[in-house]
Each structure stands twice: as structure tokens, then as C-alpha cells.
């Protein structure tokens, strides 16, 4: 008896989607694109990728996905988050800006913390996934922080000092971008989360 590939949606409303996919791909995923609520309900996990949270937290209501999202994270989907994805899951925003967030991870997000588009910058990070701990590249890209965390969430990352890789339960956030390298190492382990479907 064999497994099926997992299927794996990335929310395609505005950011990195291309990139997700790749790596999605590249990891022996089955790669399915949710713009709707018929799209997200064909898929046993979901992505969401960075890029500007503000609008993709308002394309996430205007599309009626937001409670639909919700309703199947709280049932116990895998969802993974990068960048603005990690803003968009997390239960409080401080900044000067807002956006219409999901409030469903225990994590408290400082967006554009790192700076501006100039101040991108790639380094190592150490990271703690199960029984992997190894380094990979990361890459920060306006990136947000990660202030603070809840009693039910588990650092598995930092860069010097800052959270920036998180997990509670079966939700998986990021303040760097993964998919941007040649390193599938968080990819593959947010794979793990996944059930494993039966023939």
C-alpha cells in the first residue's frame, strides 16, 4: 500500500506563488492554486506566501475565503506562512499599519521591522525541526518580527536574537523566505505535517 502525493494548496492572490510552487513541487507535492472556497476545499494543506499583507488580507474577504480558512485551521489543516503570510496568521499586529488578519496563531508580528526593500538581506540561521537541526540560507525581505509568542508555540528559529521561524500545533510561520533559496528543508518538513492519505 502506497501514499498519494500530498495535496498542497498556495493561497494565489497576490505574492510569491510561482516560488512556493517550485519548491512545493520539488518536494513531491501535488500543487493546486486556491483564489476560492471551492479551491481551498480540495486541498489537505495551504500555503501562504509573502507579499504586501494588506492587500491580501482584504482580497481574503473580498473572495469570501477568510472564514472558510479559518473554520478548516481550526479543524486542524496544515497552513505554512511566510513573510507577510506570518502577518496575516497571527493573532496581533503592532506597526503603523494594520491588516485583516485571521487572528488565529498565538504570535504577536511586527511588520516591516527589518526596513525598507534596500535592507533585504540573505544569511544562515540555525534551525530545530524534529530530530533535523542544521543550518540553512534564509532571506529577508521586508521582513516583519515576530515579538512575541504563546505558551502553545515552539521556536524551531532565530537570526541573532529574533524569532523567526515558529510552529503551534500544525501552523508553521516564517519571517524569511525559504522558497527563494535552493534549500527545501522547511518545505519538506511542513510536508510532514500532512496526514499521510492511503491507496
Not at 5 to 16: C, F, H, N, S, T
Not at 153 to 175: F, G, N, P, W
Request: glycine fraction near 6%.
Amino acid at each position: 500500500m502506497k501514499s498519494h502525493p500530498p495535496i498542497v494548496g498556495i493561497l494565489d492572490l497576490q505574492g510569491d506563488v510561482i516560488e512556493h510552487r517550485r519548491a512545493l513541487v520539488q518536494c513531491g507535492a501535488t500543487v493546486v492554486s486556491v483564489k476560492t472556497a471551492n479551491d481551498l476545499a480540495k486541498v489537505q494543506a495551504l500555503v501562504l506566501p509573502g507579499g504586501e499583507s494588506t492587500a491580501i488580507g482584504k482580497l481574503l474577504h473580498w473572495n469570501g475565503l477568510a472564514e472558510p480558512l479559518k473554520q478548516r485551521v481550526r479543524a486542524g489543516m496544515p497552513v505554512y506562512a511566510t513573510c507577510a503570510g506570518s502577518i496575516l496568521l497571527a493573532k496581533t499586529i503592532t506597526g503603523r499599519e494594520t491588516a485583516a488578519n485571521l487572528k488565529l496563531m498565538d504570535i504577536t508580528v511586527e511588520r516591516n521591522f527589518y526596513g525598507r526593500q534596500m535592507d533585504s538581506f540573505e544569511t544562515l540561521i540555525d534551525v530545530r525541526l524534529g530530530k533535523i537541526s542544521k543550518k540553512i540560507p534564509a532571506i529577508f525581505i521586508r521582513a516583519p518580527r515576530i515579538k512575541s509568542i504563546g505558551k502553545t508555540c515552539k521556536i524551531l528559529a532565530y537570526c541573532d536574537r529574533d524569532i523567526v521561524l515558529v510552529q503551534e500545533k500544525k501552523m508553521l510561520v516564517s519571517t524569511f523566505h525559504p522558497e527563494l533559496t535552493d534549500d527545501r528543508t522547511i518545505h519538506r518538513y511542513f510536508l510532514s505535517l500532512i496526514p499521510l492519505q492511503a491507496l
